[in-house]
């Protein structure tokens, strides 16, 4: 298989994007669909490489050049085994991923990357309305019962690999919906929540037993849980946000990133909200220019926010590769997302100092300018700036899964950053406990989540069952990077 | 006088030797003094074609046989008092025995005992005089006692003597070699005959006489003379290899032998001859196990000849004629070989054998005419035979006709008959003693005639994976290899060669199959070119039992043929249920039972092969093996084990002729699995699986082709894979390759691999049953175990073709080559670091042989700063051959400027450097000659420092490669001396080396024209090339490259990067082994390479016996390579394996890229040193002692790998050097162009022309390449003006003549030349006619020897007279007229234009792609002969053709006064319409589109509107 030359035939044809004035008007996916002609190409673009690095790229360890060859040749169907068989949830992926295996690509040397996040996307809605996304047969059961708590990608990838092994498994969520932070932390412009709906009725169909609104540790006791389940798989998130220490924080004004957009996709999906955080009007201020920054400013944009300026800690990166950080390296260049094209400013080297307000209201953020020197920020002389800001968000990143009651009641070990330790095979410290998703490793990628569930669901089962039944992404490769 | 037995790595079988042979006979039998003072000159006069080891003063081995001298044997039996009876009633015996007393009187004491038990009578003993001072003190230390003894006749027809005497010398061998009398083997009995006596020994051709002075004697007369000079690949001093054999002397080898041998054995319950008094288990073992491919052939042409068949008729049946394809031959001969193939395969290899029954002498060469054999008849009814023509001077009044061998003909003179029996005459007497061709139609089946019998329907879907699971299927195997062949009908290229583990390091699973490896030709024979001499290949198959060889009867041939062995699911059913005559099939399941117990596999395969052998003994006589039932509890036994364990049981009980074997198997998918069934004595295989999966691939519309296409096409690739296989061991027929083991194992069990694999080397040694059956378990899980993937329809990644997270390792992965890109672009040491330390860590469990060995730290480490610089280092390091063509100018130039920045050296590789690049840094100091010769030209080889001749590459050893037409772009033609747009065809072999000794002649050749560079010669690992690298020493090479088959850049088959050659560590450890045992290491350096990546690599490649180290990978990795894998299709988007102007824009290189690769492997270099305790790197070479197997491997696997053998030492004193310390001695000083080059000096410097004459003789080679060298290098690629240095010789020329002929340089030779005539001619002229004074009609001779013209780049060649095979092979520019030509003619010609007035032989213009012939065809015929698969044939009706003929005519009547020059010319008008012309139907289009342009151009330029330009014009 493989395409050598349709790299030299084809050129790059990225998804195009609403215009950003249509799209700011909607809560809608800001993507336009593509027709089946170019996207053949597209995957026709792959070289099926010798050494696929997007393959290494990948933290599911995705198939890619295979299934980018089955597309450009038509064989949908055929494609999507290849992908469904390492990816429980493509079409979150396909929407969500920032792509590593986009920048891995070896085309991203000296050309643009074959869309491969694209592609994967269109396998898995070609594939979903021509009905080949059916719920798996079931094994035989085991016997053996599982908990999951936690349903955000981690938990539901692996409830859905342990279910298929023929477990009985029960998902615990705290929120009155599945889904996690998919459910309250993406904004709808970035995945319309119908996509989970449409993926949990698949995952019910196949015995995955469901409980919202059960907050474990509190509603019920770890020790009860563990006594009602042969083993326990955390899938907690990392929930915990980074604070900003200074001067005025107490403020009124000042919210979680977390806080807003839970807010708002519940206002989105139709729920009352009775105590609302609204931009519509406001001058807005957000500090983390990260993907939750982005989606911050997408959302305050939607609201009809006065003006909003996004401010990030370090130094605007590069245009391009810089030499320290070479292909197929994760590349640490000036990137715009589709929220920052839409408008906004963007502020970088700057260190917020102190906030200020009157009447216990945020009106002003004081910062200072500063630079990189031997690694280390140190502020511009003279560099001092304020802005006035009504809203401040902060979108810092998180520090860990909130784990008080874990600790408290069960004993889990923890790392020294605050997440929770496992071995090799995702269990934790305490028999029968196994941990995965940002949980285990702090806030990051949807795609580890959704690997580390797989991961741990084998490894679960291995325990369970004495064979090693569920497949395994295999042998890493690393080269350096993300 | 025995070889030495097995040690370290070191196969005795792998033994090889070449020589040069001859015969003089008397045709009326008259005997005579002079017949065997000129065999004694004829031999002097090929001591070139011998060779000396280490001491100069012992050869390999002459000899000289003669008929009996009767008179001699009476005078001397006189003087002894014995009473020698009348002519015939009494045999000789020549008897080598020890030196020890006690132990001769044993050995003679067995003589007397046989004789006598035999009926027969010792007359006497004598001893031979002889003068041991003679010898060099290596012969002499081993020298036997030789003596003659004579025993009389008693009681036996004279008919029947030789017989007795036959069955007396088996007998006194087997009783000696039972009784242990001669613990050292020194006893051999040279001849034991009463017609011929044969004098032999550890000698140089001129030591024969003097050490013999028997042969001096005045009554030491004879009818014939047959004599050798043997060229060994070792010096082992073996006394009793020298030849002539009993009946035979030979040239070449015998690349069957391993089966040839076995059948033999095979055979062993059929064989009765009432002519021994039936079977013949008392004369065991008939083949002599240990001794030459000679002696083995000599073992049985004698055994077939005193049965009852005459010499020829023997040797017909052992070396059959290509009659398979040929539409020239005769019914009733072609009758008689397909007859004898029932009775005998062939014995197979280039061969030119003389043999003699004491009356009969004649010769014969094998189907491919792999060696030269030129005849002379003279006035006076001498006939003379000899590898090279001249070696005997005849005056030109007596020689009456001249010719050569052609392939697969005879010659024969009959001293009886008193007459010479030409080829077609002898032939045909013997193809019509019984009617083969009415006993062939009745009792041999046609598949095709069988009656169709349907088979169970295919299998589909989840069924159908579920048995590729079981079986080990991968996805890879259906992507990768499956689809490509049943869509294309060929197998898939790869590129960037395999660096996945060895099957016993995998944890994959692998099949059986990939334990083995394909073995191929290197030196001591070629390769063929499957495609273009598709007349000598054969995959002709058939079924059924076969008969017993010394009988001939209409039974004997019944049998079921079919043109390939591969069975459709319907074909095996036909077979099944067929009923008729005497075929009786049986099934056997090769499968056992998942629950028994841990001997399961072991307890299945006795049981089967028990189950076999009975039911040979009931009958059947076709066993079908099958591996149908697999499921749940049922697991299939490798098939590979199962068909050679049954083959070698059958073979030890002496019945496997008794049937055939078929296998029904879902194992098998690749060429390489189905070729290692045939390869271990399988007749036909079914590969059901692999079938029903092309089907299901065109049913599934993964291809768009009907089922029944896809399913025809995949058969059709495998049938040329095998070809391929086959090929690259130089085997042309399915009959030969079935059974000869044509492979080396690697990590299997001893006592495995010698109860089931009987014969196959494995050194190293490995795993046995129980881990196979556990890896058949494994394979099984995947369809039947546990896991929940096996319920998809996807099968495992597989990975060993592409890297995958779930696949086979790769040592090239993300992670080596990030880091080391990011080290070299950056100079990043901590990227460098991590690099190393991700390609040296094998941490879970090793990749590599190196991988299990830990160095061995000295107790005194040497400060670093003691150890020698980066500088001397890297002075030790060169890039390897990748040629501009194959990768980009730009990555090929950037390359070269590191390496000369470095002090290093880069490589052209095959394909000629730009002749702006020769005088600076860009130039590449290594000067690749290939066997394409693109580009090679006297100013190409002056300006290189080394030359290296590319014998083998290790991405496709054994194998030619191909630059298709679209990437031969104006710059890479102008470089290779071709046409832009026209494909380039490299052949397998070189053509001027088929053998040990022709390789010798083109390291002379190169050393003549740039004495300065050193030459080098580069072979791949496998086993026995250690020996061959002794060859390579004794041929002169100054320096011997060991490449491993890991390595490789190359565009290949990917079964042959999968599956050929083995890694460096082997061959290197080998070599450095043979080497210094046969102390021939001192004269010669060694390098090794492939996939040298780190300084640990490095060091382990110094202790295992390398000066040098050769890297290719790992810098184009640091240029921006990224292991796409597709360098074959000119996409590289990183700018590097491209041609194309838009890509190589995108190439990212640089210089400094390279120079800090090397400068931080230096480093790492010089601390391993230090910790090593070394401050030079030449103290580590050889030093095994600071290797050892690490202890901490507990892998399954590899903890039964036993590489003691690798890290073995030679046993020889102290003053053996174990590294290079001497140069190689060339001889140039007595070089004839020593004295041209003085002669010519001022003309040379610019001066006036100058004319010279000579006399020459056969010993002059290449005259003329010296001169030439002088020429380019002072005047470059143009030269000088035509005719500045004209020289007329007169006598016979030796090889290569006109070698590289520079512009300038005239020639006119009077007489005649041997082979390579003109090679690489550069632009000078040469002219041959025969001597003044000749009778013989000049236009019906042979004057010029075989593969004349060999890549000539331009000049003119004119010859009145014919020339032997491969005239102007590979010629891209030189102009040639000759008066006919042997087979092969203008073979893959690029260029150039070649006239033939007289006959050509077959397979005109295979491969032609570029230049023009012109052949003389008065009765229509030649297109019969023409291979028309890339020519077309015309009649000359253009006028520029018609004018360039008859300019080229008259050129040719002026330089050679050519009779039938002036004939044609002076009928000019009427002889035009006889002409062909021969035109490539690619250059023909090129040639047309470049004339279409040209006419735009000028009508452009001449502002006519571009309109009319587009117009079609003419021709």
Known sequence: MGNSDGYLKHPASPASRRPAQERVGDWNEIYEPRGPVTRGEQGARCMDCGIPFCHQGCPLGNRIPDWNGLVSRDRWQDAWRALDDTNNFPEFTGRLCPAPCESACTLAISDTAVTIEQIELEIAETSWEAGWVTPARRRRATGKSVAVVGSGPAGLAGAQQLARAGHDVTVYEKADRIGGLLRYGIPDFKMEKWVIDRRLTQLTAEGVSFRTGVAVGDAISWGELQSDHDAVLLALGAERPRDLDVPGRD????????????????????????????????????????????????????????????????????????????????????????????????????????????????????????????????PVPGGEISLEVDLLVLAMGFTGPRVASLTEQLGVELTPRGAVATDKAFATSVPGVWAAGDAKRGASLIVWAIADGREAARAMDAALTGQARLPTKGADAPFGGI | MRTPDAWGLYEPQTEHDACGIGFIAHIRGTKSRDIVQ?????????????????????????????????????????????????????????????????????????????????????????????????????ARKVMPVVRQVYVARRRVVPSAFERKLYVIRKLIERTILERGLDPQGSTHVCSLSAETVVYKGLLTPDQLARFYPDLGADDMVSAIAMVHSRFSTNTFPTWDLAQPMRFTCHNGEINTLRGNRNWMQARRALLQSGKFGGTLDRMLPIIVPGKSDSAQFDNMLELLHLAGRSLPHSMMMMIPEAFEGDPHMDEARRAFYDYSSALMEPWDGPAAIAF??????????????????????????????????????????????????????????????QRLIEDDEAKADISQRFPYERWLRKNEVAFAALPVVQPSPPLRGMELSRLQRAHGWTDEDLRILLEPMARDGKEPTGSMGADTPLAVLSDMAPSLFNYFKQLFAQVTNPPIDPIREQLVMSLRTSLGAGGNTFDETPEQCHRITMPLPILTDRELATLQAFEEGAFETVTLPMTYRLDDGPSALQDAVDALCRAAVDSVDDGFNILVLSDKGVDARTVPIPSLLAASAVHQALVREGTRLLTSLVVETAEVREVHHIAMLLGFGVGAVNPYLALASARALAEDGVIDLAPETAQENYVAAVGKGLLKVMSKMGISTMESYRGAQIFECIGLDRDLVARHFTGTPTRIGGIGLPELDREARIRHARAFGPELARDSALLPVGGRYQWRRQGELHRWNPTTVAFLQAATRGDDRQAWREYTEAADAESDGPATLRGMLALVPAAQPVPLDEVESVAAIIARFCTGAMSFGSISAEAHETLALAMNKLGGRSNTGEGGEESPRFGDQRRSSIKQVASGRFGVHAAYLVNADELQIKVAQGAKPGEGGQLPGHKVSERIAAVRCSTPGVTL??????HDIYSIEDLAQLIYDLKVVNPRARVSVKLVSEVGVGTIAAGVSKARAECVIIAGASGGTGASPQSSIQHAGLPWELGLAETQQVLVQNDLRSRIRVQVDGGLRTARDVVIGALLGAEEFGFSTAPLITLGCIMLRRCHENTCSVGIATQDEQLTERFAGDPEHVQRFFTMLAEDVRELMALLGARTLDELVGRVDRLRVRDDIDHWKARAVDLSPLLARADVPESVHTRQMVLQQHGLQNHLDQELITAAEQALQGGPPVALSRPIHNTDRTVGGMLSGRLATLHGAHGLPTDTISVNFSGSAGQSFGAFLAPGISFALRGETNDYLGKGLSGGRISVRPPDGTRFVPEDNIIIGNTVLYGATQGELFVNGRAGERFAVRNSGARAVVEGIGDHGCEYMTGGVVVVLGPTGRNFAAGMSGGVAFVLDPDGSFHTRCNPDMVELDTLVEEGDMTLVEELLEAHLAHTGSPQARRILDNWEIMVSSFIRVMPTEYKRVLRERRARKRREFLRLAGTPAASAEEPTHG
């Open chain 2, 38 to 138: 000129d065999g004694l000159r004829l031999l002097e006069r090929l001591s070139h074609r011998g060779a000396t080891g280490s001491d100069p003063l012992t050869g390999d081995g002459a000899g000289i046989l003669v008929q009996v001298p009767h008179r001699f044997f009476k005078r001397v039996g006189l003087e002894l008092g014995f009473d020698i009876p009348r002519r015939r009633r009494y045999g000789v015996g020549q008897v080598f025995l020890p030196q020890d007393p006690d132990q001769r009187a044993a050995c003679e004491a067995v003589v007397k005992e046989i004789v006598e038990q035999e009926g027969q009578r010792v007359i006497g003993w004598r001893d031979v005089p002889v003068d041991p001072d003679v010898l060099g003190p290596s």
């Open chain 2, 985 to 990: 065809i490299s052949p397998p072999p070189h």
């Open chain 2, 356 to 417: 003699t029954d004491g009356h009969l002498i004649g010769a014969t060469l094998d189907r491919n005419g792999l060696r030269p054999a030129r005849w002379t008849i003279t006035t006076d009814d001498r006939v003379i035979l000899a590898s090279e023509t001249g070696a005997l001077d005849i005056p030109p009044e007596l020689v009456a006709r001249k010719g050569r061998l052609q392939p697969g003909r005879m010659l024969l003179v009959d001293t009886r008959e």
């Open chain 1, 251 to 378: 403020l009124g004004g000042v919210v979680f990133a977390m806080d807003y957009l839970e807010r708002s996709n519940r206002l989105v999906a139709g729920d009352a909200v009775t105590d609302p955080i609204d931009a519509a009007g406001r001058r807005v201020v957000i500090l983390g220019g990260g993907d939750t920054g982005s989606d911050c400013l997408g959302t305050a944009h939607r609201q009809g926010a006065a003006s909003v300026v996004q401010i990030e800690l370090m130094p605007a990166p590069p245009e391009t590769r810089a030499d320290d950080n070479p292909w197929p390296r994760w590349p640490l260049v000036f990137r715009t997302s589709s929220s920052q094209q839409e408008g906004g400013e963007r502020e970088f080297a700057t260190m917020t100092t102190k906030l200020t307000g009157s009447g216990g209201r945020l009106e002003r953020l004081h910062a200072t300018r500063v630079e990189l020197v031997d690694g280390r920020l140190v």
